[in-house]
């Protein structure tokens, strides 16, 4: 099967305190499965890991978080519910799952579809994934922050993990 390379994908990640979604470059997809050779089980162990293969990634999710964390709280998220109805998916910011509304945007692909990363249980879903599917090993173009450069980097997951579609 041939695969779509598109700019833009939606990933998630799950993790015992809670559901993060965000747009990223497409490249990110593999990023984030390589960084999961490092086991890791918080959101921000998997972004520091992260960096070994993409070199912005991390900042950008944790300052996208802070903004969001600065215009929601669990019982007013009037600001996100307005971006997520008035924002093309494409340009939706960083947010928290923290009810149905931003639960279904979570999982609302973009261009090169959605990845749902579930540190708890140590498994990667490719809901829609046109970009390149997932393997348990193999290499991570390095992202440099502005582009995808020439080196490769090797990654290898535990056999702990589960890769779905």
Excluded at 9 to 18: C, F, K, Y
Excluded at 73 to 82: C, F, N, Q, T, V
Aim: net charge negative.
């Amino acid at each position: 099967m041939d695969t779509v390379k598109l700019d833009d994908i939606r990933l998630t990640v799950v993790d015992a305190e809670g559901t993060v979604s965000f747009i990223a470059h497409a490249s990110a997809v593999v990023a984030l499965a390589a960084a999961c050779a490092s086991d890791p089980t918080t959101l921000r162990e998997l972004l520091d890991a992260s960096t070994r293969f993409d070199k912005s990634l991390r900042d950008k999710v944790l300052n996208g978080l802070a903004v969001f964390d600065e215009h929601n709280l669990p019982d007013d998220l009037s600001a996100i519910h307005h971006q997520l109805e008035t924002l093309a998916p494409r340009n939706t910011p960083v947010f928290r799952v923290l009810d149905p509304i931003t639960r279904e945007a979570s999982l609302r692909p973009v261009r090169s579809g959605v990845v749902l990363y579930n540190l708890p249980a140590k498994r990667i879903v490719q809901i829609e994934n046109t970009y390149e599917p997932l393997a348990p090993s193999g290499e991570v173009n390095y992202h440099n922050g502005k582009f995808l450069s020439i080196r490769l980097v090797p990654y290898k997951l535990s056999p702990d993990w589960t890769i779905v579609p």
